[in-house]
């Protein structure tokens, strides 16, 4: 078993990419990631590390932010997570949020509390799905549409208001219109709207090579239960299709039944279950 650091993020990416790449939907959260790390490079003092066996990368594991570990997709053996583990002690790397696949996370966890004596909580548990086809459903009739700067402070409120109903364990931005203006004038948000109205947003993250991302599914409390969200999901899935994505990936709460029932309806196929667990106070 060989572990190796890697002082910033393109050495790193250089030499995980292809490793990732063979497992690259459940590897995208890394994937892209590294790939926004590099398009705008902000990140100081990263912790990057590949774990080895016989030559082949069996865990790849970074904190872009203080205390954030970010595991790679697939289970990964016993040994490396030991290693792993070993290293962060070693470094005085204290973890206060985990996020990796379920089985990865679970065996991972104990060794942390055994070494820093920190407790931890499961938060959520996601699922990855993945969709090749868009399944035919009937929509209601609106308007889906890139959306702009005007839309700027309506996407702003939606975006924090999604973080108090959907990622309770997780910080919104200090300053939300420096984060999500540079992705609105990207092009990465859309909605849909009815009588005019705009009812529902839907944003792309993390392109990878064949497969992308769609994120911040979020539809007002007065707009829910009318397929909305729905319509929003379906056009963003087909529009990406259309230009020339292969593979489109969603991750949702399993606690959220309704919601995996609609994805699944629209072709998205469940593949793994990735755990977040935080630090309990």
């Not at 066996?53 to 040994?79: C, H, N, R, V, Y």
């Not at 583990?85 to 696949?101: E, I, K, P, R, T």
């Not at 299709?241 to 489109?248: D, K, M």
């Amino acid at each position: 078993m060989k572990l190796n650091s890697w002082p910033d993020v393109p050495s790193f990416f250089d030499k995980v990419r292809s490793a990732l790449e063979l497992e690259e939907g459940l590897n995208s959260r890394i994937l892209g990631l590294c790939l926004h790390a590099l398009k705008r490079p902000s990140v100081s003092n990263p912790y990057l590390v590949t774990l080895e066996q016989d030559g082949i990368i069996g865990l790849t594991a970074l904190m872009l932010k203080p205390g954030k570990l970010i595991l790679s997709g697939s289970f990964a053996e016993p040994e490396l997570l030991q290693a792993l583990a070993d290293d962060l002690n070693q470094s005085s790397l204290l973890v206060n949020f985990l996020n990796g696949h379920q089985a990865s996370a679970e065996y991972l966890v104990p060794i942390l509390t055994r070494h820093s004596g920190l407790q931890y909580e499961l938060l959520q548990r996601h699922c990855f799905h993945e969709l090749t086809q868009l399944e035919p459903i009937q929509l209601p009739e609106g308007l889906f549409r890139q959306a702009d700067m005007a839309d700027l402070d309506l996407i702003i409120g939606w975006v924090l208001d999604f973080y108090k109903t959907s990622l309770p364990t997780e910080t919104p931005p200090a300053d939300p219109r420096s984060v999500i203006g540079p992705s609105l004038a990207d092009g990465d948000y859309f909605l849909w709207e009815t009588d005019g109205q705009a009812r529902a947003m839907v944003a792309k993250m993390r392109p990878c090579t064949t497969g992308i991302t769609l994120g911040w599914v979020y539809a007002p409390p007065e707009a829910r239960g009318q397929g909305h969200a729905t319509s929003v999901t379906a056009h963003m899935t087909q529009h990406l299709l259309e230009s020339g994505w292969r593979l489109c990936w969603l991750f949702t709460d399993i606690a959220n039944p309704v919601s995996n029932h609609i994805y699944q309806k629209l072709g998205y196929r469940p593949v793994s279950m990735f755990d977040f667990y935080g630090r309990v106070p």
